[in-house]
T-cell receptor
Framework: ETGVTQTPRHLVMGMTNKKSLKCEQH?????MYWYKQSAKKPLELMFV???????ENNSVPSRFSPECPNSSHLFLHLHTLQPEDSALYLC???????????????FGSGTQLSVL | SQQGEEDPQALSIQEGENATMNCSYK?????LQWYRQNSGRGLVHLIL?????REKHSGRLRVTLDTSKKSSSLLITASRAADTASYFC?????????FGAGTTVTVRA
């Protein structure tokens, strides 16, 4: 148990659906992240929130919409996704936004998303 | 952004043997981290080595860092079936962690 909980664990959705992924961290961390993991590819950083403010948006399509209502919760709202968006979506947290103080990430178990 | 690149992509060893995997990166770093991922799960932090360190140990793990060659290695000694997983190196890049595609290690009983 890493202290980062993601729900749901699995999600199947059609291209016209709207769904949300949820992440909650119980570690008192100030930074939260969304990563996308596709088979045989490096992890792609999607969004970073530090103290509830978005500090990074890595050219992610607008069909992915993050929300961070407080420092413990992070959502990823999905709408009109494409089949190529099928992947494992990982949430992570760190004490603070990565700095020169050698932060490490704590990951949730991920949501395996399939877009039909 | 630069990212670590692991080598080999896959590794299969017998239980009790050692497993070695390498990571190469492109630009200067403050630190390098190694993570493990069991199938269908999230990544778990294993070890962090700072740019001014050359070697670090944690249990059966040994990590080396050669900043002149921009490379790192992870050695798992006396491997066990439970070590079967994917292993990723991560480098700090402009205050972000960038990951490679990983090395998949299979430990045969």
């Amino acid at each position: 148990e890493t202290g980062v909980t993601q729900t749901p664990r699995h999600l199947v959705m059609g291209m016209t659906n709207k769904k949300s992924l949820k992440c909650e961290q119980h570690l008192g961390h100030n930074a939260m992240y969304w990563y996308k993991q596709s088979a045989k590819k490096p992890l792609e950083l999607m969004f970073v929130y530090s103290l509830e403010e978005r500090v990074e948006n890595n050219s992610v399509p607008s069909r992915f919409s993050p929300e961070c209502p407080n420092s413990s919760h992070l959502f990823l709202h999905l709408h009109t996704l494409q089949p190529e968006d099928s992947a494992l979506y990982l949430c992570a947290s760190s004490q603070d936004f990565l700095s020169r103080y050698n932060e490490k990430l704590f990951f949730g178990s991920g949501t395996q998303l399939s877009v039909l | 952004s630069q990212q670590g690149e692991e080598d080999p992509q896959a590794l299969s060893i017998q239980e009790g043997e050692n497993a070695t995997m390498n990571c190469s990166y492109k630009t200067s770093i403050n630190n390098l981290q190694w993570y493990r991922q069991n199938s269908g799960r999230g990544l778990v932090h294993l070890i962090l080595i700072r740019s001014n360190e050359r070697e670090k140990h944690s249990g059966r793990l040994r990590v080396t860092l050669d900043t002149s060659k921009k490379s790192s290695s992870l050695l798992i000694t006396a491997s066990r079936a439970a070590d079967t997983a994917s292993y990723f190196c991560a480098t700090d890049d402009d205050y972000k962690l960038s990951f490679g595609a990983g090395t998949t290690v299979t430990v045969r009983a």
